[in-house]
């Protein structure tokens, strides 16, 4: 009987890591530039940075975002307390990114400002709105307690919320362009 040699192998078999050891630096220090910026902007309440940075990282690294969103998210409990009032910010900025991700990776360069626009000022004008079911669950409101509450906040907690997100998401498409400048790794 003779011996046949083996097939070669292929050389790079292994799994492919979901984060290299870059983006894990990388998402790490974008997840604290997050939590630096909302600490920083707190003199004005209820206006930040955190909704324009979620679509820049967004637009840039899909579903990657997450990572960086979800550090900032950490980053925020470890720092303030984890408690009932941060749970929405386990769902609320998820749904800011995943409205992103529906967007076409294509845009017209005049429409995509616009979009962006959009999506931030909608996302920060429905801030207190998304907090409903967290209220209803944790502090036992009914929909129509849950929906009074969100009405006395929208106008000193929403509408500066709104504001805030459509005037920085000025910054989206000249904070994309220079990243993708940057950072080569970025498509």
Same mark, same amino acid.
């Given at each position: 009987?003779?011996?046949? *040699?083996?097939?070669?192998?292929? %050389?790079?078999?292994?799994?492919? #890591? ?6 894990? %630096? ?7 530039? $997050? $939590? !630096?910026?909302?600490?920083? &902007?707190?003199?004005?309440?209820? !206006? ?6 979620? !679509? ?8 990657? #975002?997450? /990572? *960086?969103?979800?550090?900032? !998210?950490?980053?925020?409990? @470890? ?19 995943? &409205?992103? &991700? ?16 959009? @999506? ?11 907090? @409903? ?5 944790? &502090?036992? /409101?009914?929909?129509?307690? #849950?929906?009074?509450?969100?009405? /006395?906040?929208?106008?000193? #907690?929403?509408?500066?919320?709104? @504001? ?24």
């Amino acid at each position: 009987m003779t011996h046949r *040699p083996e097939q070669p192998t292929r %050389v790079s078999r292994r799994k492919k #890591a979901i984060l290299t050891v870059y983006e894990i %630096v990388v998402f790490g220090m974008l997840g604290s530039l $997050m $939590m !630096v910026s909302d600490l920083i &902007m707190n003199i004005i309440p209820n !206006v930040h940075l955190v909704g324009v940075m979620i !679509v820049v990282l967004t637009v840039l690294y899909r579903w990657k #975002a997450l /990572f *960086p969103l979800y550090v900032y !998210v950490l980053l925020i409990g @470890i720092s303030e307390g984890i408690g009932t009032w941060w749970i929405p910010y386990l769902y609320v900025w998820t749904i800011l990114w995943g &409205m992103v &991700m529906l967007l076409p990776r294509r845009m017209p360069k005049w429409l995509a400002p616009v979009v962006y626009a959009l @999506i931030c000022g909608l996302h920060g004008f429905a801030f207190g709105l998304l907090w @409903i079911p967290s209220q209803m669950v944790f &502090m036992s /409101f009914t929909l129509e307690q #849950a929906l009074i509450w969100w009405k /006395f906040g929208f106008f000193t #907690a929403d509408i500066p919320h709104g @504001i805030g997100n459509l005037v920085g998401s000025t910054l989206v498409v000249p904070l994309v362009n220079l990243i993708r400048k940057l950072d080569k790794r970025v498509v």
